[in-house]
């Protein structure tokens, strides 16, 4: 089984910084695709940053040049660097796994549970 444990949200100030974390536990051998997504209250949930095993990353065009999403693979740890924030950002963040190797099988869509960012003065 996969266990995925988020951190790294709280209240912050426009202009900030927040660095949020996805930890993948379990008998992992590898993941392909990590990622996070958002959700404002009354919004659907979209795609904010995704990375891949090799280092690909793609960013949603609001967040580009702010966030920076990276991976540490021998940890199944991904991050988001979050700098500048606005109060658009404000919304629950949701970490995604993709394609992920285990012994008894290969599997994708596996989310945690999010997160809440908030970003008001």
């Known amino acids: 089984q996969v266990h995925i444990v988020e951190s790294g949200g709280g209240l912050v100030q426009p202009g900030g910084s927040l660095r949020l974390s996805c930890a993948a536990s379990?008998?992992?051998?590898?993941?392909?695709?990590m990622g996070w997504y958002r959700q404002a209250p009354g919004k659907q949930r979209d795609l904010v940053a995704t990375?891949?095993?090799?280092?690909?990353?793609t960013y949603a065009d609001s967040v580009k040049g702010r966030f920076t999403i990276s991976r540490d693979n021998a940890k199944n740890t991904v991050y988001l660097q979050m700098d500048s924030l606005k109060p658009e950002d404000t919304a629950v963040y949701y970490c995604?796994?993709?394609?992920?190797?285990?012994?008894?099988?290969?599997?994708?869509?596996?989310w945690g549970q999010g997160t809440q960012v908030t970003v008001s003065s």
């Open positions: 995604k796994l993709g394609s992920v190797t285990t012994p008894t099988g290969i599997f994708s869509d596996i």
């Open positions: 379990g008998s992992i051998f590898s993941i392909y695709a």
């Open positions: 990375i891949t095993s090799g280092g690909t990353t």
